[in-house]
């Protein structure tokens, strides 16, 4: 079974600080997914990605194959940012059920 | 733009009673995935559905939980009786194969309350 640990646990940090979020994970994957959850629950994907690198507006994610590791930043950060982040991996084939980190809690400060 | 529907969004219920959730997928997504949130925890895989079928149903509690997904379209994830342990919060997801692709489309969730 895959583990996926997540760091930091929580992070605090002020308006327009640069953000970066941490993903490790134990076997290997077929897809690593980065979601946002917000305090009412729902989920929300922001990135799948299997190799390299994908950037949306001020999200950027990245991803290590090799030593099975990926990043989230966030780049000029703002209160609606705020938000659990967590990273996600799928094992065997694409439509298996993901694995989920345990989150990391940012809070932007104004 | 299509969305996962789930219902009820929350529910409250005592201990030994009976209670069901229901999940409506984006139309033409044959898989259809249940997790559960346990606070403060990441998500956890309870059934996964390819049409009607179950694929995977390792994790679920089956002598208290039981999942059905008659007709391939909707589904409904079943507690009898529910435990405290069973507060948490059940995500429906749901996806399709866009080439080998299978990006997940969660819904908004249930959270239940056993009290």
């Known amino acids: 079974k895959n583990e996926v640990e997540q760091s930091p646990q929580n992070l605090t940090a002020q308006e327009g600080e640069f953000i970066t979020i941490n993903c490790s994970y134990s076997?290997?994957?077929?897809?690593l997914h980065w979601l946002q959850q917000h305090p009412g629950g729902g989920i929300v994907s922001l990135f799948m990605?299997?190799?390299g690198k994908k950037k949306h507006g001020r999200l950027i994610a990245t991803i290590n194959i090799q030593e099975k590791h990926s990043s989230l930043h966030i780049t000029a950060s703002h209160p609606r940012d705020s938000a659990v982040y967590i990273c996600a991996v799928g094992s065997g084939g694409g439509a298996d059920g993901l694995t989920f980190g345990k989150g990391t809690h940012l809070i932007i400060q104004p | 733009e299509a969305e996962v529907a789930q219902s009820p969004r929350y529910k409250i219920t005592e201990k030994s009673q009976a209670v069901a959730f229901w999940c409506d997928p984006i139309?033409?997504?044959?898989?259809l995935y249940w997790y559960r949130q346990i606070l403060g925890q990441g998500p956890e895989l309870l059934v996964q559905f390819q049409d009607e079928s179950v694929v995977d149903d390792s994790q679920l509690p089956k002598d208290r939980f039981s999942a059905e997904r008659l007709k391939g379209v909707d589904s409904t994830l079943k507690i009898q009786p529910a435990e405290l342990g069973d507060s948490a919060m059940y995500l429906c997801a749901s996806s399709f194969d866009r080439l080998g692709i299978y990006e997940q489309y969660f819904g908004p969730g249930t959270r239940l309350t056993v009290t």
């Open positions: 990605l299997s190799s």
């Open positions: 139309s033409g997504h044959a898989t």
């Open positions: 076997v290997g994957i077929s897809a």
